[in-house]
């Protein structure tokens, strides 16, 4: 084992290796799931756990009784159908959790971290499950075996010795339960601090805010059977076919009924245009259907100018007839409609559309959709929220829906389609950087103890908080957020400042090999696999992006018997921190996740005799737009807002670019190197562009170019990309995350939200003549 002089000095790469592999192009799949779908999905599935270990997992996937499906936070439908509630993707989180793949001390010692960080993340992931608590000493490159007691005892003797509580940061990653949550929420008030960033800080929060701003309440307003029967469905940012597969079903289900589904992106994703359920017998068949009734491929961050054409366009009509708005319910429920008139007077039409780069022809489709129609939803995911002005457009959404009075009845409403398994649970338990009162005093009253009144860092604030060496201890329940997070040099110059760095998690990633001068991996229990304690099999909940909360009992031997749940780590180091001294018995509910339910009743709002609700498929929280209630919102009604469009300045040889995710990733996991539904095989350094960009700027298919992005006069740079011809709009981009995190500014994010801008990033083409 080498030695080194400090360990700030070790020589890990936070970037990781950018060498080509063999790029194929083929043609798009426009064809999603069906047949083939689940055939890649098992396909994955039996290679990497083999079919013993798979077939029961999956059955229980999404089933009273079973568990919930750890990749994405889309719903399941109140009565399950016996055979399969999964699709490809899910398949996939399953098998990359239930790997047999497994790495402990042996592994550790044959690799430092500073060889680990020389494999790409593909390879990273692929070494397979952690399996024992392990140590990266002060001046060591190696991880070596640490006992669960000595890990606990290290961080809460790291804790004690810190200046203040608030230099220490809890990251939290949307896979954790709604137990593990909570506790680990209440740890860190406990210990004197709001530091509670989340992965929500990168991904939702931006609908959070306008949601909350608007119809007061931060979670979308419709359930999975609202979508069945919508006249009008808007899907915009938003890429179901690869993200939330099963959305295409309940979307299948609207067309099925007369509904009309709109795509609003720059890309033509596939599965919204043609779709195979393959729990039909159509689907099976191979018959498919065609999702998407019109698509507007709307340039990067103009959807404020879209909306605002489809609204003016509609308001004209309303002039005519005075029917196409919901005046009573304008009246009776909104503020604000006058002022977004004049807001619309204001621009003249022909502007706007030429703004959007979407033809006028199919925007009057739409209108003419959304004339008529009383039931409408809109869906969206990263492409709105990723934007400076995230927060307006979404707001600009919600204005159409208001317009229209499609909120709070049946088949219409707010649907931001969330990422995580559990992040909106997460949030509805207590992890907030933010101080909320009402918490604060249910915290008081039924934990006994004063938490913190004031606010903490998000993820923006703990990447400039280690960065500036006002934070010493970093701890991530889950997640890999040396990756996930903006710019990419300077997150990984922050994490080194730590002086501890702790990483549980169920899988090797970057986060684990870039850290602070001592770090801890603690192995945990994924959401597959049994917990068992005393001979009882413990389960947790979790809460889907339509606000349900279920039970969720893993099936599956857990990788390794030295494993502990989120739960029993979080209450070991809280117990190791306070010992017998704290009116919560932190080690009582590390045992009895019923206790934890308990407390999670009477704290986080909403939540009523959990345990005994969230059995079967579970309960919904109370939501306030789904009963047009609005009194939190001033005067008692929700507001129609007035945005401003957005204001980009691209200098003539500058591009804006979006990050977006691949079939084969699940967030910064790299299951494999294709995506085929965009047509791409076995590389993910490419860049994709509009066909004439590229004749204009005299760069040919393959040709490979590095990336520049200049905010404030700092230069950043995201090297090798292959340039693959796609239809794309003009002057825009479109690459995968994580490879382009490097080019995100981490002071660059949006209004209000602090959503880094992962989806509108000028950059610069540099052709690179030596490759
Ligand atoms: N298989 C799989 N499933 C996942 C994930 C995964 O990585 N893999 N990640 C999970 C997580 S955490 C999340 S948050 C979600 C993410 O789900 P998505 O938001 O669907 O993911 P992205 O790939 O970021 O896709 C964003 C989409 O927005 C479009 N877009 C970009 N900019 C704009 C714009 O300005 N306007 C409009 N109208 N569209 C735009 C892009 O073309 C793309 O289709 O998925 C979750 N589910
Ligand atoms: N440029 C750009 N950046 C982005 C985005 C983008 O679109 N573009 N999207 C952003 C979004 S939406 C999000 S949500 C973030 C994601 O940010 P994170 O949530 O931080 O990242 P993930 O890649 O989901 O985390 C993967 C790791 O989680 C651990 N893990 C998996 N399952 C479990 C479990 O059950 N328990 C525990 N404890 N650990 C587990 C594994 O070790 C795995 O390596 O990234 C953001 N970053
Ligand atoms: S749609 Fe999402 S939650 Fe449902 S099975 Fe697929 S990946 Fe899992
Ligand atoms: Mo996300």
Known sequence: MSKQETPNMRNVSHRGPDEFSELKIGEPVRIAAGTQGVYQALKHSFKEMGVLRSIPALFKMNQKNGFDCPSCAWPDPEHPSPIAEYCENGAKALADEATTSHIGADFFRKYSVEELSRFTDYQINAFGRLTEPLILRENSIHYEPVTWEESYDLIAEYLMSLRHPDEAIFYTSGRSSNEAAFLYGMFARALGTNNLPDCSNMCHESSGVA????????????????????????IAGQNPGTNHPRMLSALEKCKAHGGKIVSINPLLESGLVNFRNPQSVKGMLGGGTQLADVHLPVMINQDIPLVKAIMKKLAALDKETGDVFDHDFIRDYTDGYAELMEDLDRYDLAELIGQTGVGEEAIDEVVSYLAGAEKIIVCWAMGLTQHKNSVATIKEYVNLLLLKGAI??????TCPVRGHSNVQGDRSVGIMHYVNKGLNERIEKHLGFTPPAHSGVDVVGAMQAMHDGKAKVFMCLGGNFL????????????????????????KLNRTHL?????ALILPTLGRSEKDVRDGVEREVTTENSMGRVRASKGVLKPASASLKSEI????GIANAYFREGHPVNWKAMGEDYGLVREKIDLVAKGFEK???????????????????????????RAKITVN?????????????LMTVRSHDQFNTTVYGMDD?????????????????????????????????????????????????????????LAAYFPETNPLVPHNHFAEKSRTPISKSIRVRIEKRTDI
Do not use: W
């Open 211 to 234: 949601l909350s701003e608007t119809l007061g309440i931060g979670k979308g307003s419709v359930k999975l059977e609202d979508l069945y029967e919508a006249e009008v469905i808007l």
């Open 408 to 413: 709070g009845k049946p088949n219409s409403g």
């Open 483 to 506: 990756m996930a997070a903006s710019d990419t040099d300077y997150t990984a110059e922050a994490i080194r400042n730590c002086e501890l760095t702790v990483q549980v998690s169920t």
């Open 514 to 518: 870039v850290t602070g001068k001592t």
């Open 568 to 571: 029993e780590i979080v209450a």
């Open 610 to 636: 959990t345990s005994e609700r969230a059995k079967g498929t579970g309960y919904y929280l109370p939501n306030n737009a789904r009963e047009r209630d609005f009194s939190k919102l001033p005067n008692g």
């Open 644 to 656: 401003p469009l957005p204001d980009h300045h691209l200098a003539m040889d500058e591009f804006m």
């Open 676 to 732: 085929r539904y965009r047509g791409i095989y076995n590389e993910r350094r490419v860049l994709f562009m509009n066909p004439g960009d590229m004749q204009e700027i005299g760069l040919k298919k393959e040709d490979v170019v590095d990336l520049t992005s200049e905010y404030d006069g700092i230069l950043r740079k995201a090297y090798k990309f292959k340039v693959v011809p796609y239809d794309i709009p003009s002057r825009n």
